[in-house]
C-alpha cells in the first residue's frame, strides 16, 4: 500500500508540472499572436531552462518559424534551427 501511495503521489507531481509548462507555453503562444516577442523571449528561455522535456526547443523552433514566414531568405536562424532540432530529436530517441 505505501508504494502505491508512494507513485500515486509522484504521478500528481509530475502532473503538476507538465500542466505549469503547457500554461506557461500557452502564455507563450498568446504572446506569439499579439506579436509581443520580448515577452515571447523570455518565456522561451523559461521553458529552455526549467523544463525536463523539450517543449523549450519546440516552442524555439515555432518562434524561428515564424520570423522566417516573414522572410524566408534569413540565414540567421540556421544554426538555432539545427541545434534546437538536434535536442528534440535526442529527447525522442529510445533511452
Not at 507513485?7 to 500542466?19: D, K, M
Not at 499579439?34 to 526549467?50: F, T
Amino acid at each position: 500500500m505505501p508504494k502505491t501511495l508512494f507513485l500515486l503521489s509522484l504521478l500528481f507531481y509530475v502532473n503538476l508540472a507538465i500542466a505549469s509548462w503547457q500554461e506557461v507555453a500557452k502564455e507563450g503562444t498568446q504572446a506569439h499572436l499579439n506579436g509581443d516577442y520580448d515577452q515571447v523571449k523570455l518565456i522561451e528561455q523559461r521553458l529552455l531552462d526549467n523544463a525536463d522535456f523539450p517543449i523549450g526547443h519546440i516552442f524555439a523552433l515555432n518562434t524561428i518559424i515564424t520570423h522566417l514566414t516573414w522572410d524566408d531568405t534569413d540565414t540567421q536562424y540556421d544554426d538555432a534551427i539545427l541545434s534546437h532540432t538536434s535536442e528534440v530529436l535526442n529527447w525522442c530517441e529510445p533511452r
